[in-house]
């Protein structure tokens, strides 16, 4: 159980480009879901915090207009890196909980700008 | 603010033996304390989670403990084998909306 599915799981993409990631609860209906992002050999840095129904609550320093967050049932969210440029490339992870329990993850997705 | 500290080198263990990671934490204790595997290019993967008022627990070879008068996890793999080679990381609560803060993880290597 606990399955979370993140999609794509690569992209490659011109710069200028607006790319969209999705992540979905496959068996449960997740009450929170959480975007981060990963550089090689460092921690998850949060993103943002998405409740359903609701607005992303934005990490300080990441910009709401340039990576939005929709997170429209209780089992998908979706993030979209507008006006993708080469410092936007990095390792996209989704992850997603119910009430009291832990959060599942994604497996991630690889974003290269060129 | 809170800050996680786990060894950023990795850890070879011989096949068989006990691995131990280690996860300190500098400020306030938190309710809970979370270990994840991660593998390269995949997202981490839940094995354990803890509470403040825990000091042990198990599943199958794992164990993790949790000190907070030390502020410190200890994470267990006994009978290591080579498949348990991974990057292993720390998680606490950051707030109640069940935010989690992250140790950058350690690579742990299994020799055969």
């Known amino acids: 159980g606990a399955v979370v599915s993140q999609h794509p799981s690569r992209v490659i993409c011109k710069s200028g480009t607006s790319v969209k990631i999705e992540c979905r609860s496959l068996?449960?209906?997740?009450?929170?879901m959480f975007w981060y992002r990963q550089f090689p050999k460092q921690s998850l840095m949060l993103m943002a915090t998405s409740n359903e129904g609701s607005k992303a609550t934005y990490e300080q320093g990441v910009e709401k207009d340039k990576f939005l967050i929709n997170h429209a049932s209780l089992t998908l969210s979706t993030l979209t890196v507008t006006s993708a440029h080469p410092e936007d490339s990095s390792f996209y992870i989704c992850?997603?909980?119910?009430?009291?329990?832990?959060?599942?993850f994604g497996d991630g997705t690889r974003l290269s700008i060129l | 603010s809170q800050k996680i500290e786990q060894n950023s080198e990795a850890l070879n263990i011989q096949e068989g033996k006990t691995a131990t990671l280690t996860c300190n934490y500098t400020?306030?204790?938190?309710?809970?304390l979370q270990w994840y595997r991660q593998d390269p290019g995949r997202g981490p993967v839940f094995l354990l989670l803890?509470?403040?008022n825990e000091k042990e627990k198990r599943k199958e070879r794992l164990k993790v403990t949790f000190d907070t008068t030390l502020k410190q996890s200890l994470f267990h793999i006994t009978a290591s084998q080579p498949a348990d080679s991974a990057t292993y990381l720390c998680?606490?609560?950051?707030?109640?909306?069940?935010?989690?803060?992250w140790g950058a993880g350690t690579k742990l290597i299994i020799k055969p």
């Open positions: 803890i509470r403040e």
């Open positions: 998680a606490l609560d950051k707030d109640s909306n069940y935010q989690l803060i």
């Open positions: 068996d449960f209906q997740a009450t929170t």
């Open positions: 992850s997603a909980r119910m009430s009291n329990q832990p959060q599942h």
């Open positions: 400020n306030y204790s938190p309710a809970y």
